[in-house]
């Protein structure tokens, strides 16, 4: 079932949007599916308008997958770091070309971060979603079905 996230609810992910990337605003409504994945409409149809519809029919997600809250923290998905991109002032991790098809490969980076905590990947002009950062790694949480398969030629 689909929660419909109230004022406070969204200010608090505003909060964490603030905390970690320097976003100041959300392009939307966001709903909540299960315990932590929130979702992202720009649509038209209004709280009971949504709501008439899941009295009809079971609705599995309303917009786009944006982002998971996670220990007080977020972790934008890839499409939330693309919606966000001329918003978000840190927490930025800058890719080369080898370390961006790794990425995109699903892949881990060995990288000694001396920070802790998610970090929105960039290459070029190309927000790819976040990474996890501990001392040594950043992880990766790019879907299987998204990767890339074969090496950029």
Not at 50 to 61: D, F, H, K, S
Not at 63 to 83: C, D, P
Not at 105 to 131: A, R, S, T
Request: proline share 2%.
């Amino acid at each position: 079932m689909i929660q419909i996230l109230n004022k406070k609810q969204t200010k608090e992910i505003e909060e964490y949007l603030w905390e970690q990337f320097g976003v100041h605003e959300i392009p939307g409504r966001l709903f909540q599916l299960g315990e932590e994945k929130i979702f992202l409409f720009s649509g038209e149809a209004s709280d009971d308008d949504i709501r008439e519809l899941e009295a009809m029919v079971p609705v599995e997600r309303l917009g786009v997958y944006f982002a998971k809250v996670m220990n007080g923290e977020i972790r934008l998905s890839i499409e939330g770091t693309q919606l966000l991109k001329n918003q978000i002032k840190k927490n930025i991790f800058e890719l080369d070309g080898e370390q961006a098809e790794k990425w995109m490969q699903g892949q881990e980076l060995n990288i000694h971060m001396g920070k802790k905590g998610f970090f929105v990947m960039k290459y070029k002009n190309d927000f790819l979603g976040c990474g996890k950062a501990s001392e040594e790694k950043i992880g990766n949480f790019i879907p299987k079905m998204r990767r890339l398969k074969n090496k950029l030629e």
